[in-house]
């Protein structure tokens, strides 16, 4: 069963810079999957931030581009979110996620906090 343990989260001002990363264990596939970003602010849906496929081809919501770059290690299996001129819309839960044969498994989340 695959495990995910996000970190980096925290409080930064505006403008400021975050990384998170996320390190997945329990399969021996995780590097062939995907690695997504999520967030989830209070009283708002979970949003798609970013995502990383197993050969590195990206995706970005609108709401980051520019701002956030992902990544992953030689190893792939810990996924990185770097955060740079953070604002007050991104605070929020981050969270990774993987689907692996029919099941979708996610980490507890970090709290990044945006704010002066």
């Not at 770059?69 to 190893?75: I, K, L």
């Not at 839960?93 to 704010?115: E, K, L």
Request: hydrophobic share 30%; charged share 20%.
């Amino acid at each position: 069963q695959v495990q995910l343990v996000e970190s980096g989260g925290g409080l930064v001002q505006p403008g400021g810079s975050l990384r998170l990363s996320c390190a997945a264990s329990g399969s021996t596939l995780i590097r062939f999957l995907s690695m997504d970003w999520y967030r989830q602010a209070p009283g708002k849906q979970r949003e798609l931030v970013a995502t990383i496929d197993g050969g590195g081809s990206t995706n970005y919501a609108d709401s980051v581009k520019g701002r956030f770059t992902v990544s992953r290690d030689n190893a792939k299996t810990t996924a990185y979110l770097q955060m740079n001129g953070l604002k007050a819309e991104d605070t929020a839960v981050y969270y990774c996620q993987i689907h692996d044969r029919g099941s979708d498994y996610r980490g507890q989340g970090t709290q990044v906090t945006v704010s002066s």
